[in-house]
Nanobody, 117 residues
Framework: QVQLVESGGGLVQPGGSLRVSCAAS????????FAWYRQAPGKERELVAR???????EYPDSVKGRFTISTDSAKNTVYLQMNALKPEDTAVYYC???????????WGQGTQVTVSS
């Protein structure tokens, strides 16, 4: 049974930092690429970070230079380090795992990040 469990969300002041984590189980970790998406109320889910096979990363302009995605294969965990947070970063953040060689894709349940003073 595949599980992606996000943690680390919370309330942070503008300009602050937060790291969210995604613990994966039930998959062969090195056969998957990972991504973080977010969804704010009334908006569509959007990509905020992706890490591909070989370790290359992708970020939209809205978070480039502020967010960093990384993985720890020893812990089967994906991280999203978020710095210089803005109120518009407020959203539920979701972890996604996609198999490199098939259409298998899995989602976590999400973790709430709120940026407010």
């Amino acid at each position: 049974q595949v599980q992606l469990v996000e943690s680390g969300g919370g309330l942070v002041q503008p300009g602050g930092s937060l790291r969210v984590s995604c613990a994966a189980s039930g998959i062969v970790f090195h056969l998957y690429g990972f991504a973080w998406y977010r969804q704010a109320p009334g908006k569509e889910r959007e990509l905020v970070a992706r890490i591909r096979q070989g370790g290359s990363t992708e970020y939209p302009d809205s978070v480039k230079g502020r967010f960093t995605i990384s993985t720890d294969s020893a812990k089967n965990t994906v991280y999203l380090q978020m710095n210089a947070l803005k109120p518009e970063d407020t959203a539920v953040y979701y972890c996604n795992a996609r198999h490199f060689y098939s259409s298998n894709s899995y989602w976590g349940q999400g973790t709430q990040v709120t940026v407010s003073s």
